[in-house]
């Protein structure tokens, strides 16, 4: 058959076929005339501009024109190009091999199969067909057949390093389907020898590597594929998936330097994977911060703010990050420090809410600026007036800076919530007394104080003093609003909450036990002793009644954690805290 354009090129077309498979024969030729037709006509019906076939060029001119095309991945045209070489030269190998070569790009092995034997029924001795035939049998899942066909080409080339690189490439591809490792590894080596410029055979070897569980050695074989073909995002994405692996094996056996360099070398290879970037710089602040706490602990402040600092760089929303470094100036007595820090902080994310309420922390507990902390905790409350820590912040900057009914109004509706903890429920509940006694509604205050009690029965046993007073206290001592028994009455309260659990108890106990006393110097005269007992009465049937606090849905609370500035070991807790993941 021919295939014959109306003023141009005739293509012959000749198809044999043994008798017992006379019925393959029609579909060869049907596959002959569409590579004729992809071959001439572009995809959108064009004709493809091929000067050399309206000339009588030679073999050599269009196996050359072959070459171009197929550098040119056309390989359509490249196929019709190394038909004609044929034509022209039927024995020429270069041709057929190269005819063959496209196929296995079009991955029609079954017709590469079919030309690398035609190859070999003319010369049995031609290794690039014996490896070529190996590499289309590997394709097809003949791993025999294949093994067969690499040895061979190896025994007919022992001086062609193309054909012995292609055979012991194909020989390990062969045994790794096989689940021969060690031999897939070996003989990927012999190929590494033979050309070490090969993108494919640092893939081959990384992953072979894995099979046999040398995580290093693939790291080590990827990361030169990295090296010498930058382009190949493959390297750049499976690297960033094993030092992700290698990465949280360093960190859960606490090797923290090995961590670190793994989940920054993600974040250098800028992997595809946005969920590996993320979880990398999330790990490189968590691992900066665990060692933060580490160096704290050892009494080497500097370093732990250094580290803070790494960690709040990886993640601006590390709020551990930002409690170490008020923590270690805190440690060192330079709060001065601190505060410069968090502003700079601040300056750049005027929206964070942790280094609102730290800084504002800094301002209440340690510089005793309370109107620059009402501007902090202020500004925290607008962003999220919903949250309960920053309201309880809230409530005691309004106090220090004389919104007392502010303050109360806060305050009661941080008690509402059921969800708080009964120490939670305690601070405020020394804010309400507080800010009761500064409008002189001290009937009211006495009232409160029998709910104080109430709320200090529900504090576990094992329950950690973690709130700061300093700041409280000191606002109370400077206030010459404040009789000197009501005074007495707050520092009386705060001392009782600052003591160790058994002191406390001993100290609420005599406490009780005065409130006859209090009561009478707090309402001087006939007292009028319904009132009282109705008020008392009134906030019983307002408020929802107090349970034991449901510890498991209290949120986090940022004034907690940052009230914590005085709690003995807080870097244990701080070391639990960064233990992620």
């Known amino acids: ?82 038909r004609r070489a044929i ?98 590894i070996d003989n990927y080596l012999r190929a590494e020898k033979i050309d070490n410029k090969h993108p494919d055979i640092y893939r081959s070897l990384g992953e072979a590597y894995l099979r046999v569980k040398d995580t290093q050695a693939a790291i080590r074989y990827f990361e030169e594929g990295l090296r010498l073909f930058p382009e190949k995002s493959e390297f750049r994405n499976k690297l960033a998936s094993l030092y992700n692996e290698s990465g949280r094996m360093y960190d859960s056996k606490g090797a923290y330097d090995e961590a670190l360099k793994a989940f920054s070398r993600i974040i250098e290879l800028r992997p595809e994977d946005d969920k590996l970037k993320t979880e990398a710089y999330r790990y490189v602040s968590t691992i900066y911060g665990k060692l933060g706490v580490i160096q704290f602990d050892k009494g080497e402040y500097e370093r732990a703010i250094d580290s803070a600092k790494k960690a709040i760089e990886y993640n601006p929303n590390d709020e551990e990050g930002y409690l170490l470094i008020v923590k270690a100036y805190h440690k060192m007595k330079r709060e001065a420090d601190a505060v410069k820090v968090l502003k700079a902080y601040l300056e750049k994310s005027p929206e964070n809410l942790y280094v609102l309420s730290h800084l504002g922390r800094l301002y209440y507990e340690s510089v005793y600026d309370y109107p620059e902390a009402y501007k902090l905790y202020e500004s925290a409350y607008h962003l999220a007036p919903g949250n309960i820590a920053i309201k309880q912040n809230f409530a005691a ?59 200090y029965q529900f504090i576990p046993e094992d329950d950690e003093r973690s709130w700061l007073y300093n700041g409280m206290k000191h606002f109370v001592s400077q206030n010459d609003q404040l009789e000197p028994i009501e005074e007495t009455l707050i520092l009386t309260l705060i ?61 986090f609370a940022p004034t907690r954690f940052a009230a914590s500035l005085a709690v003995p070991g807080l870097g244990h807790y701080l070391q639990g805290r960064y233990r992620r993941g």
């Open 87 to 184: 034509e022209k030269k039927p024995d020429d190998v270069a041709a057929h091999l190269r005819l063959a070569d496209v196929y296995m790009v079009q991955k029609a092995y079954k017709s590469a199969i079919s030309e690398y034997r035609d190859i070999l029924k003319r010369d049995n001795s031609v290794a690039a067909a014996h490896a070529g035939l190996g590499t289309a049998y590997f394709k097809m899942d003949e791993y025999d057949n294949a093994i067969s066909e690499f040895e061979q080409a190896l025994l007919l080339a022992p001086d062609v390093l193309k054909v012995r690189f292609e055979a012991y490439k194909g020989l390990g591809d062969v045994y790794v389907q096989q689940g021969k490792y060690e031999d897939a």
């Open 495 to 555: 001392d009782i909450l600052e003591s160790p659990q058994s002191e406390a108890d001993k100290k609420l106990e005599k406490f009780e036990s005065d409130l006859p006393e209090i009561f009478n110097q707090l309402l001087p005269g006939p007292p009028n002793r319904t009132s009282v007992a109705s008020e008392y009465k009134i906030r019983e049937t307002t408020r929802p009644r107090l349970g034991p606090p449901d510890r498991t849905s209290v949120a």
């Open 1 to 82: 058959a021919s295939v014959k354009e109306r003023a141009g090129p005739t293509f012959p077309i000749q198809v044999r076929g043994s008798t017992d498979r006379i019925l393959e024969v029609p579909n060869t030729l049907f596959s002959r005339i569409l590579e004729v037709i992809k071959g001439r006509i572009t995809p959108e019906g064009e004709w493809k501009t091929k000067p050399i076939l309206f000339t009588e060029a030679g073999a050599e001119g269009y196996l050359a024109q072959g070459e171009r095309d197929y550098q040119a991945k056309d390989y359509d045209s490249a196929l019709l190009m190394y």
């Open 397 to 455: 900057a309004n106090l220090a800076t004389g919104r007392f009914e502010q303050a109360f109004n806060l305050a009661d509706e941080v008690l509402a919530d059921g969800s708080i903890s009964a120490e939670a429920k305690l601070n405020m509940k020394l804010v309400a007394v507080s800010a009761l006694l500064l409008q002189g509604k001290r009937a009211e205050a006495f009232s409160e104080l029998r709910e104080f009690i109430r709320y």
